[in-house]
């Protein structure tokens, strides 16, 4: 057991890391959640619908889109990109965590 004093600042960090009340997320958006926050973090916003300090925002992102951008650095046919750069590298490191990141996205 940890000392009295550490059980109030304790439970605020559990509660902290529940999320305070978000919806839970299936195993899979959890994952990939994880890897988002690992991998696309330096650019993109923590909070995928915001953002971040050089990529736009996520959020919506669908399955097509995420394999096109992070594997092949392009986009599907048609669609019209948030941003006109061409900055973001192919980040073919998570190409097994796809389907988990469009999980989270969604
Ligand atoms: C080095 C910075 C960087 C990293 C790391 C990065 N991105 Fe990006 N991303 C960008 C930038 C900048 C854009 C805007 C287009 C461009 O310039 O390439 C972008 C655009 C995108 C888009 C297209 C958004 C749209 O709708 O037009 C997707 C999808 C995307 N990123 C997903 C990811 C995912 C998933 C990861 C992590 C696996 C990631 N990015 C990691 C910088 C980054």
């Given at each position: 057991?940890?000392?009295?004093?550490?059980?109030?600042?304790?439970?605020?960090?559990?509660?902290?890391?529940?999320?305070?009340?978000?919806?839970?997320?299936?195993?899979?958006?959890?994952?990939?959640?994880?890897?988002?926050?690992?991998?696309?973090?330096?650019?993109?916003a923590t909070?995928?619908?915001?953002?971040?300090?050089?990529?736009?925002?996520?959020?919506?992102?669908?399955?097509?889109?995420?394999?096109?951008?992070?594997?092949?650095?392009?986009?599907?046919?048609?669609?019209?990109?948030?941003?006109?750069?061409?900055?973001?590298?192919?980040?073919?490191?998570?190409?097994?965590?796809?389907?988990?990141?469009?999980?989270?996205?969604q």
């Amino acid at each position: 057991m940890p000392p009295r004093f550490l059980l109030g600042p304790l439970f605020f960090v559990a509660l902290t890391v529940a999320g305070c009340g978000e919806p839970a997320l299936s195993p899979e958006a959890e994952r990939g959640r994880q890897v988002y926050l690992a991998q696309c973090t330096a650019c993109h916003a923590t909070d995928p619908a915001k953002p971040g300090p050089v990529g736009p925002p996520l959020k919506g992102s669908s399955r097509e889109l995420l394999e096109a951008k992070v594997l092949r650095a392009t986009y599907p046919p048609g669609y019209r990109p948030k941003r006109p750069t061409a900055i973001m590298p192919a980040q073919p490191q998570v190409a097994r965590d796809i389907p988990a990141l469009a999980a989270y996205l969604q």
